[in-house]
């Protein structure tokens, strides 16, 4: 049987610490969705760029070099082709973990290109003079979307580099500078020109920053919602699993009854006298069968506090659940001639649990210390108010727990090694019950023990509010 | 204590049922057996037990039904039944609970297994119940 719980045992354990890989599927059709989005963008600034030079050029009549920069946007346009089909070419093939690298890398150049061609805009527009100069905005947020913090600072760099070869070549005239003043004049709050071009920009960065970051935080929150739905519906799957196992645990249950019933008979002497050596092997089949049955209950217990959707909670009185607990028990303390003490203040206020649950988490630790506690022990149970929660503490004076146990001693089916010597009956699930309890109470445990010397476990209960009956 | 007392015990489980004969009529028990709901009903007419021990999970007619029938018919309403059963309460998806048995009306529930002392005592006890309530 212990060898069986040490197999059990050591399957959670695995199961708990085994790492899944990364859903990379999400994370990489994510990265292709927004990289689609920016190349959908580009088209929509490059017809952008004409109709400001047609504008500025035809209505507001301002000549800016129309050849320069319709062969500027043309460039634009040609490498965002080139990018479309690169695009279409990774999602003909199997994605896979390198091509998500070697997309985030195509958006970094893409940005890039971006940041030179409106550089490219900006010269021969008017340089520093230009409003749009500003649209430097956009790539900083499609950067901050697309590509890691760290790349995004490095376009941030670029940008400012770029800006800064700008405005310092014109200025030394390295290259020619296009002048808008000239059309302007200086009384620029005035000039209808300039307002409009200012408002433009404005407008236009506004809205596009905006439409921007709120499609991400959109995204987000879906994310989010996506989340807590797989959330539930696995904690959902964890209590279906609980109801199998219940149901699995009754048929065997059934079967074990009828087996013990059978075995009974035999060794009360019913069905007539059987040699030593018979009764012998009879009693150990029995003891083996009730060993079981033990077994099985104590899994049906477990999974049937699992498989609860909720937790029906009354006031309840500790003193009189712990005197209803220690009467229910299968282990009696005298036998051991261990001192059975209680101490909880009459005043104590009433805690708010579920009745049933409440009795079994008593039961079994308050059976756990007499089990494991030598003749002529003692077993302390005590209890005080602390804030809105009871403080309740079973201690006791019996073999203890070694310090490397105490991590896992809450583990189903897991039993230290000073316990299974000692007892050979256990099936390492009493802890597990208890703490499962605890916790469907909104309370906390814990233990102190020291090997040898005795354990305490405290634990909290939400204390029931006067006048409050759910 | 009645000494020579007619139980009817209705189980499908016949190893549990032979095994749980064995120990009534070694306290002078008379038992009769019925493994259905159905066959039970007829063995209640044709026996008239002074006790019925009743499976809750059975084929054709289920324990609780079966107390149910028997509780609503005068001529057998006060023959005490004691309900058995290896399914343990609250249940959510079980089609058994105990709480449907508590509108039954049965006398007594008991969760297999049970050991043999506290099913005699059981029985004895239901026993004492009714010759004090006639």
């Known amino acids: 049987m212990n060898r069986m719980l040490n197999n059990f045992s050591k399957i959670l354990q695995g199961l708990k610490a085994s790492p899944y890989p990364k859903k990379l599927a999400i994370e990489e059709t994510e990265l292709i969705a927004r990289i689609n989005w920016l190349i959908r963008l580009r088209w929509i600034a490059v017809l952008g760029v004409l109709l400001t030079v047609w504008f500025t050029n035809n209505v507001i009549h301002l000549n800016l070099p129309i050849l320069p920069l319709i062969l500027i946007d043309v460039f634009i346009a040609c490498y965002n082709l080139c990018f479309f089909l690169y695009d279409k070419y990774i999602m003909f093939k199997k994605t896979s973990i390198t091509s998500v690298k070697i997309a985030v890398r195509v958006a970094g150049f893409q940005i890039f290109l971006d940041l030179f061609s409106l550089t490219l805009l900006l010269h021969f527009s008017g340089g520093v003079e230009n409003p749009f100069i500003f649209y430097f905005i956009f790539h900083m947020i499609i950067a901050s979307i697309l590509l890691s913090a760290r790349a995004s600072y490095f376009q941030a760099t670029i940008a400012t580099i770029l800006f800064i070869i700008l405005v310092s070549f014109e200025f030394y005239d390295i290259i020619p500078h296009f002048c808008l003043t000239k059309y302007i004049g200086t009384d620029l709050h005035k000039n209808r020109f300039y307002i409009l071009g200012i408002s433009g920009v404005f407008i236009t960065t506004i809205y596009l920053s905006v439409y921007m970051a709120t499609a991400i935080s959109k995204k987000l929150r879906e994310k989010e919602e996506l989340l807590d739905m797989a959330n539930d519906e696995l904690k959902e799957q964890d209590r279906l699993k609980s109801e199998y196992v219940l149901r699995v645990a009754h048929d065997l249950k059934a079967d074990m009854a009828a087996v013990q019933s059978c075995l009974k008979v035999v060794i009360e002497g019913m069905v007539g006298k059987v040699n030593e050596k018979q009764m012998d092997m009879i009693q150990r089949a029995e003891r083996r069968t009730v060993s079981l049955i033990h077994f099985v209950k104590d899994l049906l217990n477990l999974s049937r506090i699992k498989a609860r959707r909720d937790v029906q909670t009354t006031p309840l009185s500790l003193q009189e659940i712990i005197s209803q607990a220690i009467e229910t028990m299968r282990i009696r303390p005298d036998s051991k001639n261990i001192t059975l003490q209680m101490n909880i203040p009459s005043s104590l206020p009433m805690v708010n649990a579920d009745k049933t649950n409440l009795e079994h988490l008593f039961i079994n630790l308050i059976t756990n210390a007499v089990k494991y506690t030598p003749q002529n022990g003692r077993v302390q149970i005590e209890a005080e108010e602390k804030g809105n929660q009871i403080l309740v503490k079973i201690s006791d004076t019996g073999i203890g727990i070694p310090g490397s146990d105490i991590p896992k001693i809450f583990d189903e089916f897991y039993r230290a090694e000073n316990a299974q010597a000692m007892e050979k009956d256990g099936t390492g699930l009493g802890l597990a019950i208890v703490k499962y309890i605890v916790q469907m109470h909104g309370g906390k445990i814990w233990v102190e023990s020291e090997e040898g010397k005795g354990s305490c476990f405290s634990f909290t209960l939400p204390k029931a509010s006067a006048g409050m009956n759910k | ?134």
Do not use: W
Request: glycine share 4%; hydrophobic share 40%; charged share 30%.
């Open chain 2, 1 to 134: 204590m009645p000494t020579k007392a007619k139980i009817l015990m209705v189980d499908d489980d016949l190893d549990f049922v032979e095994a749980t004969k064995i120990m009534l009529e070694n306290k002078s028990y008379q038992v009769v057996t019925a493994c259905n709901g159905q066959e039970g009903l007829e063995k209640v007419e044709q026996e008239r037990p002074d006790l019925i021990i009743l499976d809750v999970m059975m084929p054709k007619k289920h324990g609780f039904e079966m107390c149910k029938e028997l509780k609503s018919n005068p001529q057998y309403a006060q023959i005490p039944v004691l309900l058995l059963t290896a399914v343990g309460q609250n249940i959510p998806l079980s089609t058994y609970t105990v709480e449907m048995g508590l509108h039954t009306e049965a006398d007594d529930y008991a969760e297999k297994p049970i050991e043999t002392d506290d099913l005699v005592a059981r029985v004895e006890d239901l026993l004492q119940r009714q010759k004090r309530a006639n």
